[in-house]
């Protein structure tokens, strides 16, 4: 036996315990590591996929981040010089 006795809130479910014992019991052994090996490799590579999910959406963020960084000090420098230069010009002596 697999397990002795499986309870919910005091109630034995002795019944699902034989039951599955006998299903498993059938299946032969070459079955029952494929099982267990595609358990595991689907685990694996549902993990494996969420962990690459997170690191693809983090260099995104990273990267837009830094583009609107960059656009931001090309806005600033081109103010710079606008509010630089054009003061000049309207101020030219004999320019109307």
Do not use: C
Not at 24 to 38: P, Q, R
Not at 42 to 61: F, M, P, Q, W
Not at 62 to 89: C, G
């Amino acid at each position: 036996m697999l397990v002795e006795r499986i309870t919910i809130k005091g109630k034995s479910l002795g019944f699902l315990t034989t039951s599955v014992e006998k299903v498993w019991g059938a299946i032969n052994l070459a079955t029952k590591i494929n099982l267990i090996l595609v358990t595991t490799f689907s685990v694996g590579l549902g993990a494996g996929g969420y962990h690459s999910y997170l690191l693809t959406e983090d260099n995104a963020l990273r990267q837009v981040t830094d583009q609107a960084e960059l656009i931001m000090q090309e806005a600033l420098a081109v103010r710079s010089y606008n509010t630089q230069h054009e003061k000049a010009w309207y101020f030219v002596p004999g320019y109307s």
